[in-house]
């Protein structure tokens, strides 16, 4: 069965870290990009971070970058999303996902997606 499925949220003060995880079945590498996504009340839903299929290339949100960091472990079929120096801005909804291609931070034409998990930074 073909699926993504994320974890690792939580509530943190701000400044704290957080490491998501996403872990993925039913596919080899090379066969999908992936990314995050992040989803805040009453916003609409962003590119967070994307690697693309042969793991050469990352990219990040400008409001992220030096701060977040994504990289996989195809030994153990996880996406990790490593997150430092958090601000409450940060608070959002996080999503995994799995699709052909990175444009900048954004996953194009998505095929999967995780249920989401919840990451609140207090100030």
């Known amino acids: 069965q073909v699926q993504v499925a994320e974890s690792g949220g939580g509530l943190v003060q701000a400044g704290g870290s957080l490491r998501l995880s996403c872990t993925y079945s039913?596919?080899?590498?090379?066969?999908?990009?992936m990314g995050w996504f992040r989803q805040a009340p009453g916003q609409a839903r962003q590119g967070v971070s994307c690697?693309?299929?042969?793991?050469?290339?990352?990219y990040h949100r400008d409001s992220v970058k030096g701060r977040f960091s994504i990289s996989r472990d195809h030994a153990k079929n996880t996406l990790y999303l490593e997150m430092n120096v958090l601000k409450p801005e940060d608070t959002a909804m996080y999503y995994c996902?799995?699709?052909?291609?990175?444009?900048?931070?954004?996953?194009?034409?998505?095929?999967?997606w995780g249920q989401g998990t919840q990451v609140t930074v207090s100030s």
């Open positions: 996902a799995a699709g052909s291609e990175c444009s900048g931070p954004t996953l194009l034409r998505t095929s999967l």
């Open positions: 690697v693309s299929k042969d793991d050469l290339l990352t």
């Open positions: 039913g596919f080899t590498r090379d066969t999908y990009a």
